[in-house]
């Protein structure tokens, strides 16, 4: 069973090598990293790097999260792939958490489920009521809908041809999933939040709850 990481970057200077080292520790067998088109340091950090299971995609024009994502799965050669930020939130060492109930035959798709407490008040509202209404529309039982550690086969990821370019890729590939009857698993994943999110709360926020309908809902 081979891994891809699916790596959207975007101006990640400050945390991308302790990142890439933590990934490049890990099980993963694949790393697709997406430079969205840096103005910072991240270009070079990249170009650093000589392990063979990395492979370094460049925009020329920044795409979003989504676009990065998209991009990544393009070119992703694994049975599985693995959604991954380019900062220290997660611990890569969860991948193997991850693929254990597909390991047992109990799950396709798994979701690192985040304790959700750590984030600030905003934030945490936020996620749990995005949650909530993904489970209230989509029939799901998630504990943690906006997480970044989904993992899914290759193929599955594909037919969904995905369309977000911003965070709200994240409703679009659970309704997506969810609509195939596809069941996903929770599986308890380190946290820890960090404070200079690119995320704007609000306004992306409500671009999910959008996302979210739109993606149950379209025919």
């Given amino acids: 069973m081979k891994l891809t990481v699916l790596l959207p970057i975007y101006n990640e200077e ?9 990934v490049l520790a890990s099980s993963a ?59 220290t939130e997660y611990d890569p060492r969860d991948y193997a958490k991850l693929l254990e109930p597909i390991r047992q035959g109990r799950a396709q798709v798994v ?19 995005l949650t909530i ?35 709200e890729i994240e409703p679009e590939i659970t309704a997506k999933i969810a609509r195939r009857g596809v069941r996903i698993v929770n599986v308890p994943v380190s946290y820890t939040p960090r404070r200079d999110k690119k995320l704007r709360r609000f306004r992306d926020g409500f671009r999910s709850l959008f996302a979210l309908f739109k993606y149950r809902f379209a025919v």
């Fill in 14 to 22: 400050r945390e991308l090598a302790a990142c890439l080292d933590r």
């Fill in 133 to 167: 209404t993904t489970n209230v529309l989509c029939g799901t039982r998630l504990n943690d809908m906006e997480t970044c550690y989904k993992l899914a086969p290759t193929a599955l990821l594909r037919e969904l041809r995905l369309q977000s370019r911003g965070f």
């Fill in 29 to 87: 067998d694949e790393i697709i990293a997406v430079d969205d088109c840096s103005t910072d340091a991240t270009p070079q950090i990249l170009a650093r790097y000589r392990d063979p299971r990395l492979r370094v995609i460049r925009h020329a024009q920044n795409r979003g999260k989504g676009g990065g994502i998209q991009t990544a799965l393009a070119h992703a050669t694994g049975d599985y792939c693995v959604i991954q930020d380019a900062d």
């Fill in 111 to 129: 979701y690192g489920a985040r304790d959700l407490s750590t984030q600030p008040l905003i934030g945490h509202l936020g996620n749990k009521f």
